[in-house]
C-alpha cells in the first residue's frame, strides 16, 4: 500500500498544474514521473542541460522554453508548434536554433532531443510546484504540541 501511495503521489507530481483536476495516469506521464522522482538530480538536470537559457533575462528564457515545450509536444514538427504559438514556422526555427546554440544540444539528434525533454519537464514541474510548507517546529517551542514522553505523533491531522 505505502508503493501504491508514492507512486500515486509521483503521478500527482508530474500533473501540468494547468491541467483541470482529474485523473492522472503515471504510465502516461513516466519521463515526467523520473524527473519528479528525483528533485535534487532535477536541479543538476536543469542547470547542466537549460542553464545557458535560464541564464538569460526571465522573458527570453521564457519565450525560448514555450517553444521548446511546444515544439515537443507538437512531436517535433516547427509548423504545428508556429500555429500553436501563433507566430511564423521561420520564428520557431530561429528560437529553436537559439537554443540549440545556447545548449550545445542538437534538436536532430535523439539523445539530445531526450535531455532537453527532461529538462523541460524539470524546468515546468520547478515552476508549478508550491513553496514548500515551514519545517515541523521542535518540541517544547512555541506553539509546538505537546506530545507524551518517548512517542511520537504518527497522525498527519493536527491534534484536537
Sequence with gaps: LAGARRLAALALRTAPAAAAPGAVLLDERLPAALV?????????????????????????ARVLLDTLGTWLACRGSTTYAAQRLYCHRN????????????????????AHVVELALAHAAVTQRAA???????????GAPGAAPTPGGTARRSPRPPG
Excluded at 542547470?47 to 537559457?53: A, D, F, Q, S, T
Excluded at 530561429?94 to 540549440?100: G, H, I, S, Y
Excluded at 510546484?129 to 518540541?139: D, V
Design 129 to 139: 510546484t508550491p513553496a514548500a510548507p515551514p519545517p515541523p517546529a521542535p518540541r
Design 36 to 60: 519528479a522522482g528525483d528533485p535534487e538530480l532535477a536541479g543538476r538536470l536543469r542547470e547542466v542541460v537549460l542553464g545557458p537559457v535560464l541564464a538569460l533575462p526571465p522573458e527570453d
Design 91 to 110: 520564428t520557431v526555427s530561429n528560437r529553436l536554433r537559439r537554443l540549440e546554440q545556447l545548449t550545445g544540444r542538437a534538436l536532430s539528434d535523439p
